[in-house]
């Protein structure tokens, strides 16, 4: 049972929170406001919405569940990310500002074909109910479930509906700054809990001389279930491109910046934040399996916060959970709806006014959520440790859109009908993995190629897509004409400097640069690639 000084933090997280949202649901007049928040938001702003909305109920469900495990090594995706967040600032940003787009399926639709638009669209779409809001609803509501009694289903209904009142309300304005918000209360809470762990085991002395050498490096040999130093390598990166650099959910908070400026510190300082995961999301799992030998899987946080919190630090804790769950709902619902308004239904209704794209975007989050509530009973039976769920299902979608969106940056000769090729074969692959894992998970396949495609690592299948389907591509594009010049004019790596077809310059973002401020972005990459070489080192 909370103590009334706990029930009186959450109380004064959630006035906060729905304060913050609704404040800025009397701001939004236009699609541009609604859906990007009138493309002025700072840097500060986007770096913490960037990381919120990464960090999510399945993080600390997940991530401590592997930790728990298997030790420090599901930490590399989050160190990773720091270098894939660069990568989204100093080399796509430019490219997607620059065109003027709402979403990545029409930036898709500009560098190939409106046929690429739907896939990325409707696919996108599917793989949040898959993934993103089925999952953060289900670790959401297990966490509930074990630190305050909530049911299941009960709880995921009233994440579903708290979060969704300023989310529909505000738009994406209303979503980033909340998220500014819950990005404090999400470090501090873990931050205290890591802290007491610690104390509790004895320090990191301690730790180490309760759980095996192992759990403490990082890089697992090429055959590990989960963490091949070969998957990690060469297949999270492809995730990591996937996710950080052209999904909509991730993407749409740079597209809002004041300039490029703005987006691209924006970036490198949510590289810094995703340094922590690591130490106060994954090192709690160490914590707790120290703590509990008998504890696996997903009870690893849950069991940290029922069994060490003190009065009114229990309170703080479950409140950087919510914040975690509800920026993350936030953000994909958001999302989700501006997919739908600006990809889906603009284009078939050409001349809808504003205020009816606004009305779309919100009834179409409101029915994306059910379908995500239905989905929740079907997770459990693909695997106890949600995080890893969650990664390999990104594994079967992210190699042929990665594909696209790389190639299609740096190879001009590239065209629609390759990338159409690439993504169909990528989509196929993904489906028979996927389904083959089902079946081989209820013993329905044994022996044979399948049954080794079923079960091969998720990132050695991921490496194996994305060769496939860059091969398909190349192969495609070459047999056939090559897109024009006015196509892919200011799309392309090669053609960078050239205007973008059709696009109004003076709805832009500032896309100028200031050479102080390029030279300060330009340190602060060097120093984050430095701390992450030094970590890695240490952790190896």
């Known amino acids: 049972m909370l103590s009334m000084i706990d029930v009186l933090i959450l109380a004064a997280y959630f006035v906060v929170v729905m304060g913050v949202g609704f404040y800025f649901a009397k701001r939004e007049s236009t699609s541009t406001d609604y859906f990007l928040a009138s493309r002025h938001i700072g840097w500060i702003a986007i770096g913490a919405s960037l990381f919120a909305t990464n960090i999510s109920s399945e993080h600390f469900i997940g991530l401590a569940g592997t930790g728990a495990a298997s030790g420090l090594a599901v930490g590399h995706f989050e160190w990773l990310a720091c270098i894939i967040v660069l990568i989204l600032g100093w080399i796509f940003v430019p490219f997607y500002l620059k065109s003027g787009v709402f979403t990545m399926p029409e930036f898709l639709e500009k560098r190939f074909n409106k046929t690429a638009r739907r896939y990325l669209t409707i696919i996108s779409i599917v793989g949040y109910v898959l993934t ?27 994440m579903v509906v708290a979060t969704g009142a300023y989310t529909i309300a505000g738009g994406l304005k209303a979503v980033i700054y909340t998220e500014l918000f819950q990005t404090f209360v999400l470090i501090g809470g873990a931050l205290v809990l890591t802290i007491i762990g610690l104390n509790q085991v004895g320090g990191f002395e301690g730790l180490y001389a309760k759980l ?18 070969t998957g990690i390598i060469f297949g999270a990166p492809i995730l990591g491109i996937w996710y950080w650099c052209t999904d909509q959910y991730i993407v749409q908070r740079v597209l809002s910046a004041k300039g490029l400026d703005d987006a691209r510190s924006g970036t490198i ?26 504890i696996r899987g997903d009870m690893a946080y849950p ?35 501006t997919l739908f308004t600006m990809d889906l239904y603009k284009p078939f209704r050409k001349y809808a006014s504003e205020r009816e794209l606004v009305l779309v ?6 029915l994306l959520v059910v379908i995500g509530l239905l989905w929740i009973p079907f997770i459990k039976y693909l695997s106890s440790q949600i995080y890893i769920y969650l990664q390999s299902v990104q594994a079967y979608i992210s190699p042929p859109i990665a594909v696209c969106f790389l ?18 074969v990528g989509f196929i692959l993904g489906a028979v993995r996927f389904g083959s894992e089902l079946a081989f998970k209820a013993g329905r396949i044994d022996g044979g190629l399948l049954s080794y495609y079923a079960s ?24 056939t004409d090559p897109p024009a010049r006015e196509k892919i004019a200011g799309l392309t790596w090669s053609l960078s400097g050239e205007a973008v ?40």
Do not use: Q
Not at 361 to 366: D, E, L, P, V
Not at 465 to 479: E, G, K, P, R
């Open 132 to 158: 993103k809001i089925s999952v953060t609803l289900y670790a959401g509501s297990l966490l509930l479930k074990h630190v305050l009694g909530v049911e299941p289903m009960t709880g995921a209904i009233i």
């Open 212 to 229: 095996p050498p192992d759990y403490f490096h990082m890089f697992k040999p090429w055959d590990h279930p989960d963490f091949p130093w």
């Open 501 to 540: 077809s059709g696009v109004d310059v003076m709805a832009l973002p500032v896309l100028a640069e200031r050479p102080w401020w390029r030279k300060i972005n330009i340190l602060m990459s060097v120093v984050l690639v430095l701390i992450l070489l030094m970590l890695w080192w240490k952790f190896f």
């Open 303 to 337: 069991n940290l916060v029922t069994g060490l919190l003190p009065v009114g630090m229990k309170g703080l804790v479950i409140a950087g959970l919510l914040a975690a769950l509800m920026s993350s709902l936030a953000a994909c619902f958001n999302s989700t709806s």
């Open 407 to 424: 190639l299609g940056l740096f190879w001009k000769r590239a065209n629609g009908k390759g990338a159409i090729a690439a993504l169909f």
């Open 269 to 294: 300082f949510a590289g810094f934040l995703k340094i922590l995961p690591v130490f106060i999301l994954v090192l709690p799992g160490l914590i707790a399996a120290a703590l509990w030998p008998e």
């Open 361 to 366: 975007g919100r009834i179409a989050t409101a």
């Open 456 to 479: 091969a690592n998720f990132l050695h299948i991921a490496v194996f897509i994305f060769v496939v389907c860059s091969a398909i591509f190349v192969f495609v594009s070459l047999m």
